[in-house]
């Protein structure tokens, strides 16, 4: 596949990554080749995947790409992020068989790292000599999932053979694990399949959808505080539906093996017995798996009906049972997402991802933005201090999913 002259973004980003990987390895850096992976947006079903419970989700029009040629030294895998880092990274490959982070907040190396550890702990080669220049335009620490993005790319780019795309997610989870960030495969899967998923988080498979959205967007206000999976309560949520989990088999004498297959009447039973069967705060964190659950199936019901005021109703209760039972947001951001509801044409709004920061997703009419963004730089914006930042609110459209593409310059770079 080529890059169009109409994929104008993706070639700006083409033309960054070969000047800084001439930068990086001199005028001999002659990538022929780009490894395309989206970012994503979690539209409905937030902490369920881990729980085998459903997700609405779409890959996006921010991506990460990853330029490479094969010209560098055949043991060795070298590579320059200038977004994030001016240092180039040089890695053994020999040297990463086993490899895992030995701990700290994850960074392009350990990304790097992490996919060739995962790729040769599932069997799958690696031709020596890579030479990868990355940029994006995913904003690092918005909730767009900007880590898998660049695992998927990444695995993509190293891997000698062409990869199923189910392998693809398991690699690049992998490859986060390894880098000492905890996930499931709901990020992955969007980045891999493109446009809108719904993801089964009991069996990590995921259908297609191709939703429309008429006159309205998706959009993502920037609260100021950013997050870090490895960093949140992520993993104590985890453990704390296990502990949910060992407790109702008991109660509910059941094969329960994760929240997400809780019936209905198996939850009216739990609600009747409450506190007395799961102590604080294991009943709310069940009440918002099992609730979001529901709110994911009404919510396909409304994508395939393109009724996008109910699934915008959905999106506000999705985010005051996240912030509430299962208590991962933050004051600032739920203070963003109070300001963005009291706006006209405001569909919905929430707050989105592993939580403790992070932006609001917002769903609004498409010629409402402009106002919106006029009005949150009067409030919210001006408040925290934030005016002189670029891009506060940024309108996203559904994009394809990963891809590796042939490249070409046919203009110097300037």
């Known amino acids: 596949m080529d890059v169009g002259p109409g994929d104008s973004a993706v070639q700006r980003l ?8 001439r930068e990086a390895f001199g005028p001999d850096f002659a990538p022929t080749a780009g490894s395309i992976a989206p ?4 539209l409905l079903g937030n902490h369920v995947d881990y729980n085998g419970g459903p997700v609405l989700a779409a890959a996006i029009d921010r991506v990460v790409l990853v330029l490479f040629d094969l010209n560098g030294p055949p043991s060795e895998i070298a590579a320059v992020a ?14 990463l ?35 990868l220049s990355i940029s994006g335009s995913v904003t690092l620490g918005f909730g767009m999932s900007s880590s898998a993005a660049l695992c998927v790319a990444v695995v993509n780019a190293l891997s000698a053979q062409r990869l199923e795309p189910h392998e693809v997610v398991l690699t690049a989870q992998e490859a986060e694990h390894r880098a000492g960030t905890p996930c499931g495969t709901m990020d992955q899967s969007a980045s891999v399949a493109g446009n809108v998923i719904r993801y089964d988080g009991a069996d990590d498979s995921f259908t297609v959808l191709e939703p429309d959205l ?43 093996t994760a929240l997400g297959q809780l019936t209905e009447s198996q939850w009216h039973e739990i609600e009747w017995h409450g506190e007395v069967w799961l102590p604080p705060p294991l009943f709310a964190r069940v009440r918002h798996v099992y609730t979001e659950c529901v709110r994911v199936r ?74 919106l963004d006029q ?28 891809r590796v593409v042939k490249v070409s310059f046919r203009s110097p770079i300037g």
């Open 14 to 21: 083409l033309h960054q990554a070969r000047a800084a990987g």
């Open 39 to 42: 970012g994503r947006l979690e």
């Open 82 to 95: 200038p977004d994030v880092s001016a240092d180039t990274i040089r890695l053994s490959v020999d040297d």
């Open 97 to 131: 068989d086993g490899w895992r982070s030995p701990g700290g907040e994850p960074d392009p190396t350990a990304y790097l790292s992490g996919a060739v550890s995962a790729l040769r702990a599932r069997g799958h080669e690696i031709e020596g000599g890579h030479r």
């Open 214 to 256: 008429g006159d309205y967007v998706f959009a993502v206000a920037d609260s100021g505080v950013t997050r870090a999976l490895g960093t949140s309560s992520y993993g104590m949520r985890v453990e704390e539906a296990k502990q949910a989990v060992t407790l109702l088999r008991e109660h509910l004498r059941t094969d329960l």
């Open 298 to 371: 009404l919510g396909l019901e409304a994508v395939e009906h393109a009724d996008w005021p109910r699934f915008g109703a959905l999106m506000t209760e999705s985010g005051r049972s996240s912030a509430g039972d299962y208590e991962i947001s933050h004051p600032m951001v739920e203070e963003l997402v109070a300001e963005v509801l009291r706006q006209e044409r405001v569909l919905g709004a929430r707050m989105m991802g592993g939580g403790e920061g992070g932006p609001a997703l917002i769903l609004v009419q498409r010629e409402a933005l402009p106002t």
């Open 375 to 402: 009005r949150l730089r009067a409030g919210y914006f001006h408040r925290h201090g934030m005016t002189e930042r670029g891009d506060l609110i940024q309108a996203c459209h559904f994009g394809p999913g990963a």
